[in-house]
């Protein structure tokens, strides 16, 4: 691991000089001054270093420093903000976890607000391997296209894996799946960020006839923004054959939790009735949230027994979460000694097998859930795993840089699966599926056929 890390700070002069964009890209940007940036790269560490308990959960602190040295000696001419975070944002996948990296304040909000004032974005939706190839998945926002699945040979002139790289050089998270993941749902984000509002795109794809595409930027809002704003597109339950029911939870954060309450409640009503045998929980698209969500809305209909969310912790004491007896600053370690029984008696409790589906995209919260499902016997793992960390830091934390607004975010906790186990270090599934890029329904149907010995196919 320290050999891939020394890699990585080796690389970062070379990694600028390839993220640089046009300097016309930012011309209306306000710029800040070096001492600025190095001021703010200073506080970027002790953000860090304040806040995170364990930074060996994902980074040699060595070799974080000696990163954060390479960068401050780059920080010798006024940039934007957008060419400050393209810096500082190279230590995203040194630090290997998707609750630790420098962001911008409110991706979404700035996202919105381009939009409106007549922005536009990168016109598709993309799939991107951690190898580096590029894939069409849809238009931007959602809508079919006659290209999906086709790969991306060049955009603007630069080979799509060059691109994929400088960007891939950015991304947060634990893995380079993960990241790659991260990416293709977010690669019009880190287009616009890196090479700026860019208003037309020549897009080369490799297909028979060697398709090369002239298309205008677009103005549709991406698809994870339309999908997060709408209950229907987060939250599903359906009928499957061979008394198979399916549940998708793509996020355990909504804004109405007894709207989610409501529908979980009203899923198990079904199941009860419809006399399911097997339950398919679709997690792979669930990014985390509040643990309440699956605490108070899933376990207490397919929990058999008590139990708790993780073994043990390492926490750093903030003033804003301080206990008594405890001094801010501090770093606490300690058993997790509360235990939430089971509700066995509940008329909707679910007695037949539970299937979870696991992805790249499956973190936080959505793996501590996945963790109490697998290690208390609750259910079956299933899907794509070598993503994510089976134990999760967590309760992160913001502090805006003084000068460029940015955004280092850091855990203040680790938590510890509740078997204890050390390994495998990553979320892996029981039953391996193979995941579709372009079609959702492939698993569940793969899962389904292997679960009822192929007798059965869900569509």
């Given at each position: 691991m320290q050999r891939r890390q020394a890699g990585r700070i080796a690389g970062v002069a070379a990694l600028l000089a390839v993220l640089w964009p046009s300097p016309a890209a930012f011309a209306a940007q306000p710029r800040f001054s070096a001492p600025q940036l190095r001021q703010d790269l200073a506080a970027l560490g002790a953000a860090i270093r304040d806040t995170h308990p364990y930074?060996?959960?994902?980074?040699?602190?060595?070799?974080?420093?000696?990163?954060?040295?390479?960068?401050?000696?780059?920080?010798?001419?006024?940039?934007?903000?957008?060419?400050?975070?393209?810096?500082?944002?190279?230590?995203?996948?040194?630090?290997?976890?998707?609750?630790?990296?420098?962001?911008?304040?409110?991706?979404?909000g700035a996202t919105e607000a381009h939009l409106e004032s007549g922005g536009v974005l990168f016109p598709f939706e993309l799939?991107?391997?951690?190898?580096?190839?590029?894939?069409?998945?849809?238009?931007?926002?959602?809508?079919?296209?006659?290209?999906?699945?086709?790969?991306?040979?060049?955009?603007?002139?630069?080979?799509?894996?060059?691109v994929s790289r400088t960007l891939l050089a950015l991304v947060h998270g634990d893995t380079a799946t993960f990241r790659a993941d991260l990416l293709s749902r977010r690669w019009w984000f880190y287009y616009w960020k890196t090479y700026g509002a860019v208003a037309e795109f020549e897009v080369a794809l490799d297909d028979p006839t060697r398709t090369s595409l002239h298309v205008p930027g677009s103005r549709h809002r991406p698809a994870i923004l339309v999908a997060e704003a709408s209950f229907d597109r987060q939250f599903g339950f359906a009928s499957l054959p061979c008394d198979t029911a399916l549940l998708t939870l793509r996020t355990f954060s909504w804004p109405d939790k007894a709207q989610f309450l409501r529908f979980t409640r009203d899923a198990f009503s079904k199941i009860r009735d419809d006399r399911v045998r097997r339950l398919i929980i679709d997690v792979?698209?669930?990014?985390?949230?509040?643990?309440?969500?699956?605490?108070?809305?899933?376990?207490?209909?397919?929990?058999?027994?008590?139990?708790?969310?993780?073994?043990?912790?390492?926490?750093?004491?903030?003033?804003?979460?301080?206990?008594?007896?405890?001094?801010?600053?501090?770093?606490?370690?300690?058993?997790?000694?509360?235990?939430?029984?089971?509700?066995?008696?509940?008329?909707?409790?679910?007695?037949?097998?539970?299937?979870?589906?696991?992805?790249?995209?499956?973190?936080?919260?959505?793996?501590?859930?996945?963790?109490?499902?697998?290690?208390?016997?609750?259910?079956?793992?299933?899907?794509?795993?070598?993503?994510?960390?089976?134990?999760?830091?967590?309760?992160?934390q913001q502090r805006i840089l003084p000068?460029?607004?940015?955004?280092?975010?850091?855990?203040?906790?680790?938590?510890?699966?509740?078997?204890?186990a050390s390994e495998p270090m990553l979320l892996e599934p029981d039953y391996p599926i193979e995941e579709d890029p372009f079609n959702a329904g492939a698993a569940v149907n793969r899962l389904l056929g292997r679960i009822t010995g192929g007798a059965c196919n869900a569509r």
């Open positions: 930074p060996a959960h994902s980074i040699d602190t060595a070799a974080l420093a000696r990163a954060l040295d390479a960068l401050e000696r780059q920080l010798d001419r006024p940039m934007t903000r957008d060419e400050a975070w393209a810096v500082f944002a190279t230590l995203n996948p040194l630090l290997a976890d998707g609750h630790l990296f420098v962001g911008f304040e409110d991706w979404r799939h991107v391997t951690p190898d580096l190839r590029v894939f069409v998945r849809s238009q931007l926002g959602g809508a079919a296209s006659v290209y999906a699945g086709t790969r991306v040979r060049s955009i603007n002139g630069v080979d799509a894996g060059v792979r698209d669930n990014g985390g949230g509040d643990d309440d969500f699956w605490m108070h809305g899933i376990l207490p209909y397919i929990a058999t027994g008590p139990y708790r969310w993780g073994s043990t912790y390492r926490k750093r004491v903030l003033e804003a979460y301080r206990d008594e007896g405890e001094t801010t600053g501090q770093v606490v370690t300690g058993a997790i000694d509360r235990w939430i029984p089971s509700e066995p008696m509940n008329p909707l409790h679910f007695p037949g097998t539970v299937y979870v589906l696991i992805g790249p995209a499956t973190y936080s919260s959505a793996v501590l859930f996945a963790n109490v499902m697998r290690d208390f016997g609750f259910g079956v793992l299933a899907g794509s795993g070598g993503s994510v960390r089976a134990d999760q830091s967590g309760s992160v000068n460029t607004g940015l955004v280092v975010w850091s855990p203040r906790f680790v938590l510890y699966r509740p078997s204890g």
